[in-house]
């Protein structure tokens, strides 16, 4: 396989102004590394919210800046000590912005090698493009057990393991903001009843959503769906019915940026539950959905494998993914398909913004770059 000495990267080069395309070296990888032409890239809320301070300052170290964290391509390049992928293989891949060879949003990145998954050929590279931060995220959220300070986790059992299995067998899970990538994951996916039902077992699984997204909602494991444009306490009043006065011990924010969607989660908990909201720190939800009282505990996140405290669990995953792709398990988001290649992206991520997304995950196919 030739491999080209450039290649087209999608950059920023200042805060505050649109990403362009800019010719960059291809990197080589490292010993533990594999170097993948990228087919796919999908599109994050990061990935517009870095461009201006305060995100600017958190999440670029370095200029210009290259983003994406979610890919999918092939194989082009193995290093030295990779044993568990060759040349030609399809995968998916976790990237990271910390340095500009391992972000997606251009046409070759560099991913160590235990943090990809081969793709089975029913599975499109846009489909697996969706899958890795929304997942990971996810996972970490609610799995890492970690005993490291750091790790903010609910620390449930992780479905992949036998005790995760039962745990939870017939209990409610109530998600808010199911149509988001992150709660199709997160609510209808990795936690059962639904395409995980036969590993843990939720019972029903309710959810929040704009109407015309239940159909997606309900295929994917949700019972039921409720209208997010109600009122916390119209909401509130409607779950003792649903779950036959069962206690909710379990909540997911997928949507943590809405106060009162983070105030919706911690109401609906009986005291002593756990509530997970995908932020990574107390301080970026209100004081009193960080503190909710009644024994009620909180779980935060940074959806990054490549932390010390995160680095297992991330492992842990990814010795998965496959499997549940094989089996139909994990189903990826639908695809919002962006034209032309890295030069859509910055349309694709004004939609984002301006909350024009719903229920899909949007993509770009760099080698498609005009
Ligand atoms: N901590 C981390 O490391 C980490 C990692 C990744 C993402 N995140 C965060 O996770 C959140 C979700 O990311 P994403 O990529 O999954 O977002 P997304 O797919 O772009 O979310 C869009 C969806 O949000 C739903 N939504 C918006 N407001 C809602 C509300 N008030 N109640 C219920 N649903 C609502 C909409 O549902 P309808 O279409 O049905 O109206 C829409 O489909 C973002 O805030 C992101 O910053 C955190």
Redo the contacts with the bound molecule.
């Keep these: 396989m030739t491999i080209p000495k450039t290649q087209k990267s999608l950059v920023l080069l200042e805060e505050s102004t649109p990403y362009v395309i800019s010719e960059t070296p291809v990197p080589r990888p490292g010993p533990a590394d594999v170097l993948v032409k990228i087919m796919a890239c999908a599109?994050?809320?990061?990935d517009w919210?870095c461009v201006d301070p305060p995100y600017s300052k958190i999440f670029i170290k370095s200029w210009p800046f290259v983003p994406g964290?979610d890919g999918a391509g092939r194989v082009v390049e193995i290093g030295a000590d990779v044993q568990n992928r060759k040349v030609g293989d399809r995968i998916l891949l976790k990237g990271d912005t910390g340095e500009a060879k391992w972000a997606t949003c251009q046409q070759y990145a560099i991913v160590p090698a235990e943090f990809t998954a081969i793709i089975p050929d029913t599975i499109t590279f846009d489909e697996a493009a969706t899958i890795p931060?929304?997942l990971?995220?996810d996972v970490?959220?609610l799995y890492n057990q970690s005993p490291a300070p750091e790790n903010l986790s609910l620390r449930l059992k992780p479905v992949w393991e036998p005790e995760g299995a039962t745990a939870y067998a017939g209990t409610p899970a109530f998600i808010?903001?199911?149509?988001?990538?992150?709660?199709?994951?997160g609510e209808c996916r990795c936690i059962p009843p639904s395409t995980l039902a036969r590993m843990a077992g939720h019972h029903p699984i309710i959810?929040?959503?704009?109407?015309?997204?239940a159909s997606l909602?309900v295929s994917l494991g949700a019972t039921h769906v409720l209208d997010?444009?109600r009122s916390n306490e119209s909401i509130l009043s409607e779950l003792p019915t649903i779950t036959g006065g069962k206690a909710i011990e379990f909540a997911f924010v997928?949507?943590?940026?809405?106060p009162?969607?983070c105030r919706?989660g911690r109401d609906a908990l009986a005291p002593g539950g756990a509530l997970a909201i995908?932020?990574?720190h107390p301080s970026?939800v209100p004081e009193d959905v960080a503190n909710p009282g009644d024994g009620k505990r909180v779980g935060?996140?940074?959806?990054?494998v490549r932390l010390p405290h995160t680095r297992e669990c991330g492992l842990a995953l990814f010795k998965q993914i496959t499997g549940w792709l094989e089996k139909g398990l994990l189903k990826p988001?639908p695809v919002d398909l962006l034209a032309n290649g890295l030069a859509g992206i910055n349309e694709g991520l004004a939609k984002?913004k301006a909350?024009k997304?719903?229920?899909?995950?949007?993509v770009a196919r760099p080698q498609e770059t005009i």
């Design positions: 599109l994050n809320p990061v919210a964290t931060l929304a990971i995220t970490l959220v808010i903001g199911g149509a988001s990538s992150l709660g199709q994951y959810t929040t959503a704009s109407p015309y997204n909602l997010r444009s997928a949507v943590p940026f809405y009162e969607a919706l995908v932020v990574p970026r935060y996140v940074w959806g990054s988001n984002l909350n997304v719903s229920g899909k995950k949007v």
